[in-house]
């Protein structure tokens, strides 16, 4: 599964994040109202007072890091071609960081196959489905999301939890 990609920067103080998209198109947008009516430049320009180029920039250069990303592990799968990456990456840019309006977006079983992605749709009867529910009701127990899977472990924002 895959989820709506963007970077989430400090915006207005430590303790708030902004989507890197979202700064990025408010700015782009100011931009074309002035663009289109001048006038309202001090208007738009004073909407704008908690953005500042270095976050613009910052935001430019994460959505950019995303697009690399994305490419990157593609790229991992050492039978996939660099034509067939290519491809993949720009699909998957496109739906995921473009298209996709926020982040608890996925990619379904039948868009991951319409990209052409080697998907296998799990049968929630199945043992091995029934295991992997299992452990992930575990991880919401603990009140976590930050889980890393390893090949013998699986690893809980720093602890470490026997696959």
Known sequence: MFRRFSALLPFSG????APAHAIIAA?????R?????PATSLFHLGLATDITALMVQDARNAMERISTLISEVLACVESRSERD????SKTLRN???SKSKNHGSVVSVSDAKRFGLPVIEADPADDQWRAIWRLWAKYILIETYRVYEGEQVSVIGGLSVSA
Do not use: F, G
């Open 85 to 88: 990456v290519e491809k993949l």
């Open 95 to 97: 739906y995921l960081v």
């Open 33 to 37: 109202r002035i663009e289109q009516n």
């Open 27 to 31: 700015v782009d947008e100011a931009e």
């Open 14 to 17: 430590k303790h708030e994040l």
